[in-house]
Every structure is written in structure tokens, then in C-alpha cells.
């Protein structure tokens, strides 16, 4: 019996998709959970796995086109199978045609890419893997000799590397991933009432144990500080019910399960993807699993699972050396960590004055789900496993 391959639903509010790429041509074999076709919505490229192994016999949907989430986008059968012309019903008007090869592309180069004509086939990539760039394709523009159109979009790359600008005060296009952006942060800010609380946290002991000056600590390093405030947040999170929760509908929503969402910059936005079930993980699984997320993000090879499902996000600006700030709720969910450097300052120690590293991390809490006592007690909690962290580095 065939098996369709539908256009998956990412997130709450996807209600179309994109096909990026096939990553196998009609007629040949795909074995289940085999990637079999690249997904581009609003936030990110994502592969999608075979559900079935057997004969990819119907691409449906060409690559670049949009179709609502839901949709029929191609058909596994099994070898020699005769699939009916009527299949799939809702897609018989379109065309299939023969795929492009796989080319590794974020959004915004694909996006660029089309519009000004360019093959990606043939732009060398300068990303992770050779996945192209938006600077790749712009060099690609420059060395055709055409310039890109006047609605081009105006990056921070095109800026630096001198790239046909638009003239001061014109309005420029933004790609999807930016629109996302830009719809869901002023949803949230304009919807949900923010409040913020704000707490240093003492980094001796966690910093201690990085410089793998403690035997427990040896077992579990290399891991990062974030690695450590992850654990750290999904247990607190634990006891704090009201803070892993959603409004949805004018009523709060409380999940059985805590999924971690890590902000990850790319070149052309940002992504959160989800870390499951982060409770009930100890800090070298959490450690291996965060690294290769965002490793999947940059290389643009996120999963559906990647993207969903999840409950809380942490937003971490140390490498970049802010040590304080305040971050937007990722709607529907109801808080958000901010995540600052550890540095180096003076603390009072009893009665004396001694340098420490300090950490400052500031919650932003959707004030319709959860109160000020609440977000204070989980800072209490948190401060206090951060600074005793002997638990996170056991098992």
C-alpha cells in the first residue's frame, strides 16, 4: 500500500511549508527514517524522514513550492506498485517535474538565489559542509556581472561586502525567517505582560568543575556553562509547574513534560531548537544532545522533532560578552531565561571583599500564567542549585 509523505506541521502556528529540496530523485529507493525531502518554513530548513522504505514513485510537489501543511507532497510504494492517477486527489494539478540535485542552502541564499536566476548547483558553498551562504550567492551575483534587483533584500553581509544598496529610507523586503521573527516577538511583546526579575549567581563551584579540578566533573567535561544551566533550569522548572506552561485561548495549559528551547543564531535569524524531556537527563546526556542540536541548526539538517514541542527557552549571550539582558517570551510559552557571561567582579564574602565569577540570569514571565512570588521562588531555586551544583554531575 502506498505511503504519502505529507507536509508536516513545525510549530503551533505553521500553516504552510515550503519543499526545499528532494533529497532523493523519483523512482529510486528510500529506506524508513531515511531523510527524504528538506522542509523550509518561517524558521528553519528541516529534513523530513521516510516513513516507509519503498519506491519514492511520485514526487508531488516540486522543490521551491509552497503548499498547506497537511498536504500530499510525494508517495513511497513498493517496488513494481502501479499507483493510481487519482492519487493523491487534492495535488492532481500538479505537475511533478524532476528534482535538482541536493544542494546544502540556507533560506535566505536559496530565497536570493531565485530571485536573481543564479543556480545554486553552481555557487561553491562557504558554510559547514559547503552549504551555501547568502554571501556565497551574492559573490555569485557580483562575478555574473548583474546586480540584484532593487527589491533585493539588504543584509549585514551585502552591507560589509559592498553590495548594491538600496537608497536611505527605502523600505526592504525581509526574508521569511525575519518575518517570523519580527510577527511572533510583536505578538508576544504586544499580547502578553512581561515582568522581569534578575539574580547573581556565585560560578565557583560550577567553574571549578569545568577546569575539571573535580573527579565527578572529569566524567561528565567538556561541557559548557550552558550545558550546566540547562540542567540546572529543567530541574528547577521541575517543581515549578506554572512556569513550564502555555496561554492558549484565554486559559493556562501546563505540560506534562519539560523541552528545553535553545536559541541558536544562524546567519539569517534565529532558531530555537528543543531539547526533550530535559528533566530527566543527566548533564553529559543534555551536553552530547545540545552540542549536536546545534550542530543540525547550523548545518540546517533540524528534524520535525527539533523544532517542537517545546516549553521553555534559554537565551544565552555570554560568548558574544553581554553579562546582562532581558529576552522576548517565545510565544505561547509563558517565561524565558536570559542568560549573561560569567565574569569576574567583587562580591562581598562574610565581611570581606573578594573577586568571584558571577553569573546574571533575568526570567521574563508572561504575567497572565505566573506572579512575581513565583518567578523569585524558581530564581531562589536555581541560584541555589547553580551554586551547589554536586546533584547536576552525579549519574
Known amino acids: 500500500m502506498p505511503t504519502n509523505i505529507i507536509m ?7 500553516t504552510e511549508g515550503k519543499v526545499a529540496a528532494w533529497l532523493a530523485v523519483e523512482g529510486a529507493r528510500v529506506e524508513k527514517r531515511a531523510a ?22 511520485r514526487i508531488v510537489v516540486p522543490a521551491g513550492q509552497s503548499v498547506p501543511v497537511g498536504t500530499v507532497i510525494g508517495i513511497i510504494a513498493e517496488a513494481g506498485e502501479i499507483l493510481s492517477d487519482a492519487t493523491p486527489a487534492t495535488e492532481a494539478s500538479v505537475a511533478p517535474t524532476v528534482p535538482s540535485p541536493r544542494v546544502k542552502a540556507s533560506p535566505i541564499a536559496r530565497r536570493m538565489a531565485e530571485e536573481a536566476g543564479i543556480d545554486l548547483a553552481q555557487v561553491q558553498g562557504s558554510g559547514d559542509g559547503g552549504r551555501v551562504m547568502e554571501r556565497d550567492v551574492q559573490a555569485a551575483i557580483a562575478a555574473r556581472g548583474t546586480a540584484p534587483p532593487a527589491t533585493a533584500v539588504l543584509t549585514h553581509e551585502g552591507a560589509l561586502a559592498g553590495a548594491a544598496l538600496p537608497s536611505p529610507g527605502t523600505p526592504v523586503p525581509l526574508s521569511r525567517m525575519r518575518q517570523a521573527i519580527a510577527r511572533r516577538m510583536t505578538e508576544s511583546k504586544t499580547t502578553a505582560p512581561h515582568f522581569y526579575a534578575t539574580v547573581e549567581v556565585r560560578m565557583d563551584e560550577v567553574m571549578k568543575r569545568q577546569h575539571r579540578t573535580d573527579p565527578a ?6 561541557f559548557s556553562v550552558n550545558d550546566v544551566v ?9 517543581g515549578f509547574p506554572g512556569l513550564n506552561a502555555s496561554w492558549r485561548d484565554g486559559a493556562v495549559v501546563t505540560h506534562p513534560s519539560i523541552g528545553i528551547g535553545i536559541a541558536v ?7 530555537t531548537p528543543v531539547l526533550h524531556d530535559a528533566e530527566q537527563k543527566p548533564l553529559k546526556t543534555i551536553t552530547a544532545e545540545a552540542h549536536a542540536l546545534a550542530e543540525r ?17 534559554i537565551s544565552n549571550m555570554s560568548m558574544l560578552g553581554v553579562d546582562q539582558f532581558i529576552a522576548i517570551i517565545n510565544p505561547p510559552e509563558a517565561a524565558i531565561l536570559a542568560v549573561g557571561a ?5 562580591v562581598a564574602d562574610g565581611d570581606a571583599i573578594r573577586i568571584a565569577p558571577v553569573m546574571r540570569v533575568t526570567i521574563s514571565v508572561d504575567h497572565r500564567v505566573a506572579d512575581g512570588a513565583m ?3 524558581f530564581l531562589q531555586q536555581l541560584r541555589k542549585r547553580l551554586e551547589s551544583p554536586a546533584d547536576l554531575f552525579a549519574g
Open 8 to 14: 508536516p506541521s513545525l510549530g503551533f502556528d505553521m
Open 36 to 57: 527524504v525531502v528538506e522542509i523550509e518554513t518561517e524558521k528553519a530548513t528541516v529534513e523530513v524522514e521516510a516513513a516507509a522504505s519503498g519506491i519514492l514513485s
Open 217 to 222: 566533573a572529569a566524567a561528565v567535561a567538556p
Open 230 to 238: 540547562i540542567a540546572a533550569t529543567a530541574r528547577t522548572l521541575a
Open 265 to 271: 543564531a544562524l546567519d539569517d535569524g534565529l532558531v
Open 297 to 313: 541548526a547550523h548545518a540546517g539538517k533540524l528534524r520535525p522533532e527539533d523544532v517542537t514541542g517545546g516549553t521553555f527557552t
Open 342 to 346: 560569567v565574569v569576574r567582579r567583587p
Open 375 to 377: 518567578a523569585a521562588r
